[in-house]
């Protein structure tokens, strides 16, 4: 019922920024969380930004002042700005949303993911 698109990724230099996109489309009352993990390869995914329905954010220590995370309430979209990339930044980027809709109070979906590979 709920499906989250993202977008932007890409191949970027070492310094270089990305905006990526996660737009939530279907039976959606609201969303109480939208946010941000990555999966590097042989690791464990891990959160990257959260954008809490209150308004409050939360960073990994590794991305703190060099990304940033949005949301356009009208849009359902949250964004993640992405600035001085690392290669250790290298991963498949996912978006993650705990949604209210008239089956769920809340329940979490995840996008496909998109690539975002830091390389010189």
């Known amino acids: 019922q709920v499906q989250l698109v993202e977008s932007g990724g890409g191949l970027v230099q070492p310094g270089g920024s990305l905006r990526l996109s996660c737009a939530a489309s279907?039976?959606?009352?609201?969303?109480?969380?939208m946010g941000w993990y990555r999966q590097a390869p042989g690791k464990e995914r891990e959160l990257v930004a959260v954008?809490?329905?209150?308004?409050?954010?939360n960073y990994a220590d590794s991305v703190k002042g060099r990304f940033t995370i949005s949301r356009d309430n009208d849009k359902n979209t949250v964004y993640l700005q992405m600035n001085s990339l690392k290669p250790e930044d290298t991963a498949v980027y996912y978006c993650?949303?705990?949604?209210?809709?008239?089956?769920?109070?809340?329940?979490?979906?995840w996008g496909k993911g998109t690539l975002v590979t830091v390389s010189s």
């Open positions: 993650n949303a705990d949604v209210k809709s008239r089956s769920y109070y809340g329940m979490d979906y």
């Open positions: 279907g039976s959606i009352f609201s969303i109480n969380r």
């Open positions: 954008f809490f329905g209150t308004g409050r954010t």
